[in-house]
Each structure stands twice: as C-alpha cells, then as structure tokens.
C-alpha cells in the first residue's frame, strides 16, 4: 500500500468515491404545496423496530428548509434504466424538477415517482442532526414498497454501467 497523502478535502472526496452506493431521489411537498425533489446518494438503514432509515443533505442545499420543516417525505430507489432522472433531479431549479412527472402518490399522500423504482420508503420526518456541512435526516419508515429492477449504482465519481445495462 502506498503511504497516505496530506489529508485534504479533494484526497477526502475520492476516497469516499471508491465506496459504491445507491442513487435516491428524495421527494416532498412544499410549504405552498409544490413537489420537491433532489438526488441523494447518502441513503442507509438504521433500524428494523422501529422501522428507520437515514439521509443526509447539505446545508447550502436550496431544498433544505423544506425537508427540515415537511412531515413526511419519501426516498425513491432508482433502477439502473433511471440515469436520466437521477442527472435530472441533481441539476436545474428545484421549482421544475418535477414538471412533465405523473402526479404519483404514496399511501400518506406524500409525492414519490412511478413504478419504475427498485424501491421506495415513505417516511415520517423523525429526526435531524446537523454535523459538518450537512444536516443528516432520519425518518420512520410508515409505507415502502420495490420492484424487481436492479439498482442505479454510482461509484468513483459516476454511475456503474456493466455491459447489461449501458444502452
């Protein structure tokens, strides 16, 4: 092995890359009623009884008031077949991210995309803990459900494609 570099934030940054994680959209409604949604790859389970699961978001994040203050919000699991949602929901206005998207509801009403997820969990905002430069969200899990799609995966800076799913 090689010896460590000076710990810097950059060094930092790659390192965690070299773990690979899932790709989520985190969806809610806003104060005035509008969807709102954002991709997140720092998605984890905490708990089974009860029910919990973790995300976290960034401070500087425009969405964050709204996902502080919301009830309830749900974590949608992209499939491997979702790259263009998951760019999508990472860029633009937070206002337009949902335009020309079916008006898709979970069990407790709160907006979560179509069926062609992996999985989903909607969730009662729980708990927050702001550390570092994030604010990391726990949430009760009240419905979830999943399909038989494969996963998006995101490793080393961008998505895993194996030979099965690059198209």
């Known amino acids: 092995m090689s010896p ?14 070299r773990f690979a994680t ?5 969806s809610t409604t806003g104060l005035s009623g509008e969807r709102i949604g954002m991709t997140v ?4 389970s905490v708990s089974l009884n009860p029910p919990l699961v973790l995300w976290s978001l960034s401070r500087a994040s425009s ?6 203050r919301c ?4 974590i949608n699991v992209l499939s491997a077949e979702q790259i263009a949602l998951a760019r999508h929901f990472a860029t633009g206005t937070t206002s337009e991210r949902f335009n020309g998207l079916p008006d ?6 709160t907006p979560r995309l179509d069926e062609r997820n992996a999985a989903w969990f909607e969730c009662r905002n729980r ?21 038989t799609e494969d996963p998006l995966v995101f490793h080393a800076g961008g998505f895993d494609l194996t030979p099965a799913r690059q198209t």
């Open 4 to 17: 460590l570099p000076e710990f810097d934030a950059a060094f930092f940054r790659t390192a965690l890359g």
């Open 22 to 26: 899932g790709v989520t959209v985190v």
């Open 41 to 44: 790859s720092s998605f984890n």
């Open 63 to 68: 969405s964050l008031q709204a996902f502080l």
């Open 71 to 74: 009830e309830r919000y749900v």
């Open 104 to 109: 898709v509801s979970a069990p407790h009403g």
């Open 127 to 147: 708990s927050q803990y702001e550390e570092g430069d994030h604010v990391i969200m726990v949430g009760e899990v009240l419905a979830c459900g999943c399909s």
